[in-house]
Antibody, heavy 126, light 109 residues
């Protein structure tokens, strides 16, 4: 079945980097975009950006530009999010999700993130 | 404004109807996607595009849009509808960035 699996938790120190994996299965990984969304404790959803599973092109939210890097491994149908210079306020659940839409919809519709991983909890603490 | 505004919380009596709204400039240009999130779970799409409901989502959920306001209506709310609801759109600048509303907590009494 179509699913995305993420690792459980990561603990990192302030100033360090964290790499969060996102493993997809059951659909064409290279035919879709993967978005990254985070959620701080008790807070709402925050969009971080996307990666094109096919050509690896990326787009980052301006808030994270320069501090986040998305990569993918098509042979493993996996995407990765690396966040550097971690701060305590980066403590959050990090989700990856598939966009069911193709770029032809970008001019008139929000993404339809129809398959989500269970989220990876990243704790930044000294 | 590039933001999406949602009421922080609404309550509804069991079996009654509740409407959740989302306001923003970008809604004049983009169809919104609505997500339901229950505690400890990932979000789930409940409405997308021109008020389309994914397979498996109850027909208690319906959507509408007018101008800068999109709405998600739950008709005959059930206990399992108690959750956080987020609207999502694209940035009004046209840069294709994605934005989320702050979410509405729906409590079923």
């Amino acid at each position: 079945q179509v699913q995305i699996v993420q690792s459980g938790a990561e603990v990192s120190k302030p100033g360090a980097s964290v790499r969060v994996p996102c493993k997809a299965s059951g659909y064409s990984f290279t035919g879709s975009f993967i978005h990254w969304v985070r959620q701080a404790p008790g807070q709402g959803l925050e969009w971080m950006g996307w990666i094109n599973g096919g050509n690896g092109n990326t787009k980052y939210s301006q808030k994270f530009q320069g501090r986040v890097t998305f990569t993918r491994d098509t042979s493993a149908s996996a995407a990765y999010m690396e966040l550097s210079s971690l701060r305590s306020d980066d403590t959050a659940v990090y989700y990856c999700a598939r966009d069911a839409y193709q770029p032809t919809t970008w001019s008139y519709a929000a993404p339809k993130l129809d398959v989500w991983g269970q989220g990876t909890t990243v704790i930044v603490s000294s | 404004s590039s933001e999406l505004t949602q009421d922080p919380a609404v309550s509804v009596a069991l079996g009654q109807t509740v409407r959740i709204t989302c306001q923003g400039d970008s809604l004049t240009s983009y169809y919104v996607t609505w997500y339901q999130q229950k505690p400890g779970q990932a979000p789930v799409v409940v409405m997308y595009g021109r008020n389309n409901r994914p397979l498996g989502v109850s027909d208690r959920f319906s959507g509408s849009s007018s101008g800068k306001t999109a709405s998600l209506t739950i008709t005959g709310a059930q206990a399992e509808d108690e959750a956080d609801y987020y609207c999502s759109s694209r940035h009004s600048s046209g840069n294709h960035d994605v934005i989320f509303g702050a979410g509405t907590k729906v409590t079923v009494l």
